[in-house]
């Protein structure tokens, strides 16, 4: 858990501490524990220093930069690869060592987390319109735009992706085409 500078580490049977990790400015984001066989946490603060701190012990095993952050969206894990958002940027790093693999600029202040699923991320943003990223290139895949802005977070689920928007609308799309999921599929 983290609150204010510090990542806590407790015992999942009995509550005690296991370990704490100090950063020199407040955390924005909760923190994201990976399933690998030797796990890692991740966290970021304000300032846009993103942490990978190791699960066991505590100590950082790299730390990457993005720009400041104003949300406190999680780290999304995807594969190898970790996905952070800040402003109108979405950055990727390799969780092996903290390498940024690519950044994409949306048009607009990234709304909510990203979603990846089946090799792509789609991301929402305030420029009215739902971007899918190739999570290998971060390339543009495809776009939909809106008549309002997104609401929330995308969501991704047996090869569809859903968001919402202000137009009163949930679209539900095909995540790898864009296009419109007839009723019934």
């Known amino acids: 858990m983290t609150a204010g500078t ?21 955390l924005f984001t909760p923190p994201t524990l990976d399933g690998a066989a030797v796990p890692a946490v991740y966290v970021a603060d304000y300032l846009g220093t993103l942490y990978a701190l190791d699960g066991a012990t505590g100590q950082v095993r790299w730390q990457s ?15 190898s690869t970790a996905l952070l958002a800040s402003g109108e940027t979405l950055y990727a790093f390799d969780t092996a060592d903290g390498r940024e693999r690519w950044r994409y600029a949306a048009r607009g202040e990234i709304v909510g987390s990203p979603a ?14 739902l ?18 802005e ?3 977070s995308p969501v991704t689920e047996g090869g569809r992706v859903f968001v919402s928007s202000k137009d009163r609308c ?15 599929r």
Do not use: M, N
């Open 131 to 148: 971007h899918t990223v190739d999570l290998a290139s971060g390339r543009l895949r495809w776009e939909l735009g809106t008549k309002g």
């Open 150 to 152: 997104l609401t929330g």
């Open 116 to 129: 990846a699923a089946d090799g792509l991320v789609h991301v929402g943003s305030r420029d009215h319109s």
């Open 65 to 79: 930069r993005t720009a400041s952050r104003q949300g406190a969206e999680p780290v999304v894990l995807a594969g």
């Open 6 to 26: 510090r990542v806590y580490a407790l015992d999942a049977a009995t509550g005690a501490p296991r370990w704490q990790f100090e950063a020199p400015v407040v």
């Open 170 to 184: 949930v679209y539900a799309l095909d995540a790898v085409y864009g296009t419109a999921v007839p009723e019934g």
